[in-house]
């Protein structure tokens, strides 16, 4: 380092020495809180319930180093000493996940593509990947982002480059998927994308208002009638140049986007922040959790108190404000009021109630019943159980606060089985710990004997799913733990290592957890979600009454050239085994080219590409699907363009010319 930001040399630390700061402060962090009461307004950090043993404390210094990115850490360290851990292996009972030649999955799996802004596709329990689908991302395979529909909409969407998309949720019908859709939030930009799962690609993408970072993301359950999404920023409302100085006047929003217009219709701001969220099973409540109650942009400052808020939005009642016409309206969007202080939270019928919970907590999930809201603790080792019917009467954690289980260290998301359990991943102790959601509700808090059983994995893991674990009736079968790490799990490739998701074995919580497969995983999948294969209905063709923009179906027949003014063109033409409706078309240096493809064909899994050299233009066209791609002609010369997807014997020889002849010559 040659550049240290510090006014005095005793500033200055060597790498190790920082390091060690670092994990000081972490392992102070960790220290466990007491759960907090509502009238103890004291936010100091309370370090006299300190109670973690010495195996914790490795633990948390292996993880602080892990967290801190800058020292790497042993997985001996932080898997050594078990205590309370069971062995894999249940005997005997476990179906085989790897599935024969031929066979298919039995569930779909979506993963969120992280920085690559795709969703992944993969069949469970194989863990195959069967597909990616570019959403926020450009994808030359796919076409999209290159012809016009595609480039349009990212082009609209704030024409960026990437996003990082983290929640993939699909739609519902009576608290059940109905293979519509799925929506994915980019926490980058604040947008939020549509996928058509008809025919697996995206077809809407918002930038939604006044909003930086959405990253909790949502259907709003039983059927769908929002999606919602999470501000996780703190900004001036309009971020317009204003207060950039006075982070007091930062707003965090929650947002209520509709499904098929994906228009934004509402917005409420909140003090402190949102990170995750999720849906009770009736359409009343949406809970959200929070870090930075403290409204600092630091990160000493965000977690300085002992509780931060999760905020419980009524949505009905959000719903009669803005009908009452109880908002300002920021950028086209209302926003309706839900600070503390605001007129619209005095009373018996606050529209946010506001929850203290311990401490900076990570994730939402609302178990299948509908009744109860895990919010796990992440730098508190518990999960807080909220009961949901309660919160019609208070936001009293006296009374809502329906058990709060110590699961372990550094809890982040919970997943379930349908069968009355819990999985909660532990991001510091690497493991999956199973619990059980009754035995929660009458324990005393801070025990530990819900916990049914821990099953490590490698290393640190984020989100955790069950299959079809959002709905109101999950499978239960598998249980995937997406590790944000894999160190040593498979050949080194270099300093930027893949994920690792593992698949574990649950069999309905009847059995024991069993770890039964790594996959490493492109940087950087969040969460994913499954549904049964038989709740999707994917198209093998395109129907053209499904085109989304006007485009004519071109048959072999009507391709063909037309000019259409001084300097523009239209070529039309089909597609098939092999070979374009063309063999050659010509135009104009400078024309602007329209130029419109359809693969006429009717047969499954025949896709023609059409790749025009040193005009960076890819297609890919499904059969009885139609592209356009609008260009300027303005290099001269002799452009072979061709098929790029391997189609029949004569795949080769699919291809054909286009001549830009020079204007003056
Ligand atoms: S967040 Cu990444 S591990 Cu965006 Cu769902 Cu919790
Ligand atoms: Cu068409 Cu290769």
Redesign the pocket.
């Given at each position: 380092m040659t550049n240290t930001p510090s006014d005095s040399d005793d500033d200055v630390l060597d790498p190790d020495a920082l390091v060690e700061r670092h994990e000081k402060e972490l392992q102070d962090l960790l220290a466990e809180v007491d759960e907090p009461t509502p009238s103890d307004d004291s936010p100091s950090l309370n370090l006299a319930g300190l109670e973690l043993d010495r195996r914790d404390f490795m633990k948390a210094g292996a993880a602080t180093g892990v967290m801190s990115g800058l020292a790497g850490c042993t997985g001996s360290l932080m898997n050594g000493g078990q205590s309370g851990s069971n062995q894999q292996s249940s005997g005997g009972s476990t179906p085989e996940h790897l599935v024969e030649p031929g066979e298919h999955d039995e569930y779909y799996g979506f993963w969120s593509g992280g920085q690559s802004g795709e969703i992944r596709v993969m069949g469970i329990p194989s863990m195959r990947v069967l597909m990616r689908i570019p959403v926020f991302n450009k994808d030359a395979s796919r076409g999209y982002g290159y012809d016009d529909e595609t480039r349009q909409m990212l082009e609209d969407a704030g024409d960026y480059t990437w996003g990082d998309n983290h929640h993939p949720v699909l739609s519902e019908t009576d608290g059940d998927y109905d293979g519509e859709y799925l929506w994915v939030n980019d926490k980058a930009n604040g947008r939020l994308a549509r996928v058509n799962l008809t025919y697996f690609e995206t077809d809407a993408i918002t930038d939604v208002p006044n909003m930086q970072a959405i990253h909790g993301c949502t259907v709003q359950s039983p059927d769908t009638k929002y999606i919602f999404g999470n501000g996780e920023f703190r900004t001036p409302l309009p971020n317009d140049g204003r207060d950039v100085h006075s982070p007091e006047n930062y707003e965090s929003l929650f947002a209520a986007i509709n499904p098929e217009t994906m228009e934004t219709e509402w917005q409420v701001k909140v003090d402190g922040n949102l990170d995750i969220v999720d849906t009770d099973k009736d359409g009343r409540w949406a809970i959200s959790s929070a870090y930075n109650s403290e409204e600092a942009v630091e990160v000493s400052g965000m977690t300085h108190d002992d509780r931060d808020y999760v905020k419980a939005f009524d949505v009905p009642a959000i719903e009669q404000a803005v009908e009452n016409g109880n908002y300002e309206e920021v950028n086209g969007v209302p926003i309706v009021d839900g600070t503390q202080e605001s007129s619209l939270n005095q009373g018996d019928n606050p529209i946010v109630r506001y929850i203290p919970t311990p401490k900076s907590p990570h994730c939402v999930e609302v178990e299948p019943n509908g009744d109860y809201a895990m919010v796990a603790g992440k730098l508190s080792p518990t999960v807080t159980m909220l009961d949901i019917d309660a919160l019609d009467e208070s936001s009293d954690p006296e009374d809502v606060v329906a058990g709060r289980p110590k699961v372990g260290l550094g809890p982040l998301h919970t997943t379930f089985d349908g069968n009355g359990h819990a999985y909660t991943s532990l991001f510091i102790d690497s493991q999956a710990v199973k619990w059980d959601i009754e035995a929660a509700v009458e324990a005393e808090n801070n025990s530990t004997e819900p916990i049914l059983e821990k099953q490590d994995v490698h290393y640190n893991p984020g989100h955790i799913q069950a299959v079809e674990a959002m709905t109101t009736d999950p499978d239960g079968e598998w249980l995937v733990s997406l590790n944000k790490l894999s160190k040593d799990r498979f050949l080194p490739v270099g300093p930027i290592h893949p994920d690792n998701d593992q698949l574990i074995h649950i069999g309905q919580g009847e059995k024991e957890m069993e770890l039964v497969a790594d996959h490493p995983a492109y940087p950087e999948p969040h969460d994913c979600v499954f549904a049964h294969k038989d709740k999707l209905d994917p198209a093998t063709t395109w129907d053209k009454s499904d085109y989304r923009t006007d485009k004519e179906f071109v048959t072999q027949q009507n391709s063909g050239v037309e000019r259409t003014g001084e300097q523009s063109v239209d070529v039309k033409m089909s597609?098939?085994?092999?070979e374009y409706g063309l063999s050659e078309f010509t135009v104009k240096e400078g024309d602007e080219v329209t130029l419109t493809v359809t693969n006429i064909e009717g047969v499954r899994d025949?896709?023609?590409?059409l790749a025009i050299p040193e005009y960076d233009i890819h297609l890919a066209i499904a059969p009885q699907d139609t592209q356009k791609v609008t260009f300027t002609a303005d290099k001269p010369g002799v452009y072979w363009f061709?098929?790029?997807?391997?189609?029949?014997a004569l795949?080769?020889e699919?291809r054909s010319r286009m001549i830009v002849e020079p204007r003056d010559g």
């Open positions: 597609s098939m085994r092999s025949i896709i023609h590409g061709y098929c790029t997807y391997f189609c029949s795949h080769l699919m």
